[in-house]
């Protein structure tokens, strides 16, 4: 079964709009941890965001916010304002327990226009 | 700002040839590991190490694939011999702690004839 699901292959947006990016997650463990990523173009990997199980608050990092709803088991991506330089893969990841493994979604390509 | 350091960058071989894949992890980070990214399989685990000791390899094709940690500054990853089906993204990520992110290098491309 797949733990980590992104439905949304593709995204389009408008430059200074906001745009949510959607992340579903499947875990029986009550500790786990959901992670964000952009893959640009040049292939690097760079954090965005993290949101633990316990959290009581969303987690946010200058435009980026996580909407973490824990009984609807999702995590999603808000950036707000978007840039032009917010296109990118963007990748959703979640850690189960006290494991170190990451999950990774399939990942959403985000494309932001002029 | 400290950063995964991993070479080299890109890699072109011909297949049944060894390939070697080196990552410096950030200074202090005791956690290492090495993902593969391919189109059709997406992101997945290789190896990861704890304090240089190997705690999962269950990713990695036993057969043909060896990732060691000589020391606390450099992991190895190993492909022989080399074959047109492992072209894909290697990255290396390290981390400290479970509730902190890993933090990813810039990966190796690497390409097999």
């Known amino acids: 079964a797949q733990k980590i699901t992104q439905t949304q292959p593709g995204m389009f947006v408008q430059e200074k709009e906001a745009v949510t990016l959607d992340c579903t997650y499947d875990?029986?463990?009550?500790?786990?941890?959901l992670f964000w990523y952009k893959q640009p173009s040049s292939g690097e990997m760079i954090f965005l965001i993290y949101?633990?199980?316990?959290?009581?608050q969303n987690a946010t990092e200058g435009r980026y916010s996580l909407n973490f709803q824990k009984a609807r088991k999702s995590a999603n991506l808000v950036i707000s304002a978007s840039q032009l330089g917010d296109s990118a893969m963007y990748f959703c990841a979640m850690r189960e327990g006290g494991t170190y493994k990451y999950i990774f979604g399939t990942g959403t390509r985000l494309k932001v226009l002029a | 700002d400290a950063r995964v350091t991993q070479t080299p960058r890109h890699k072109v071989t011909e297949m049944g040839q060894e390939v070697t894949m080196r990552c410096q992890p950030i200074?202090?980070?005791?956690?290492v590991f090495w993902y593969r990214q391919t189109m059709m399989q997406g992101l997945e685990l290789l190896a990861y190490?704890?304090?240089?000791?190997?705690?999962?390899d269950s990713g990695m094709p036993k057969d043909r694939f060896s990732a060691e940690m000589p020391d606390a500054t450099l992991a190895t990853l190993k492909i022989q011999p080399s074959e047109p089906r492992d072209s894909a993204v290697y990255f290396c990520a390290s981390g400290l702690v479970v509730n902190q992110p890993q933090h990813f290098g810039d990966g190796t491309r690497l390409s097999i004839l």
């Open positions: 875990t029986s463990d009550p500790s786990y941890g």
């Open positions: 190490f704890r304090n240089r000791a190997p705690l999962d």
């Open positions: 200074l202090g980070h005791n956690t």
């Open positions: 949101q633990g199980s316990y959290d009581q």
